[in-house]
């Protein structure tokens, strides 16, 4: 029993241990960096070229560990787990930090937030009863996502972009594309999940 234990224990290490699932980690970890680079003795154009630039390093990993679990195969329930995760704390605390610096509004940062709660206990609902196929990551959420990072980096630049456009403009309207994307996969993971709880709630 005790060598079975002994095994039981070394696999799980190891489930926390491989490299996908320690570039997850690291995308949690360096969430207050990001938010440390504002208290910077830099000028405002260096903190705002910096935080964008850790940023994308940052959102990159969200791509890189996926290949790498499926290159290795090295996927897991648990990695399947933190790496959602991890993306809502890296765009939640990013909007917040926009936020702070008046470059999203408190409406904006409400449906974006706002929506990652909702729908991350609808999905622990529907996982409770047994239809979590039904709120599966859909190619709207995907979207979604990419619209909401690109946004991030084009308002946490907040610079002209070799003399071409401002990128506080073209985040402001990605961000609000990205409001409307948020939107709308709201409404489409419910209306899939709806039948369900309904069948549940009698």
């Known amino acids: 029993m005790r060598a079975a234990d002994g095994r039981g224990s070394r696999h799980n290490a190891a489930m926390f241990l491989t490299l996908p699932t320690m570039l997850t980690w690291a995308r949690i970890v360096?969430?207050?960096?990001?938010?440390?680079v504002f208290y910077l003795p830099w000028s405002q154009a260096q903190i705002n070229l910096t935080a964008a630039v850790l940023f994308v390093v940052v959102a990159a990993t969200d791509w890189l560990d996926g290949?790498?679990?499926?290159?290795?195969?090295?996927?897991?329930?648990?990695?399947?787990?933190?790496?959602?995760?991890a993306d809502k704390f890296l765009v939640c605390a990013s909007i917040l930090i926009l936020l702070d610096l008046d470059r999203v509004s408190a409406l904006v940062a409400f449906i974006i937030i706002g929506r990652e709660i909702a729908i991350s206990a609808l999905r622990e609902?529907?996982?409770?009863?047994?239809?979590?196929?039904?709120?599966?990551?859909h190619m709207l959420g995907k979207l979604k996502t990419a619209t909401q990072m690109g946004a991030i980096v084009f308002l946490l630049l907040d610079a002209d972009v070799f003399g071409l456009f401002h990128s506080l403009e073209v985040g402001t309207w990605l961000i609000y594309i990205?409001?409307?994307?948020?939107?709308?996969?709201?409404?489409?993971?419910?209306?899939?999940?709806?039948?369900?709880?309904?069948?549940?709630?009698?």
């Open 67 to 85: 290949w790498l679990a499926r290159r290795l195969n090295q996927t897991s329930a648990f990695g399947a787990f933190l790496d959602p995760v």
């Open 125 to 137: 609902w529907m996982a409770k009863i047994g239809a979590s196929g039904n709120v599966a990551v």
């Open 30 to 36: 360096a969430i207050p960096l990001i938010v440390a």
């Open 178 to 202: 990205a409001c409307a994307l948020t939107i709308w996969s709201m409404i489409y993971y419910l209306q899939k999940s709806l039948p369900d709880i309904r069948a549940k709630s009698r």
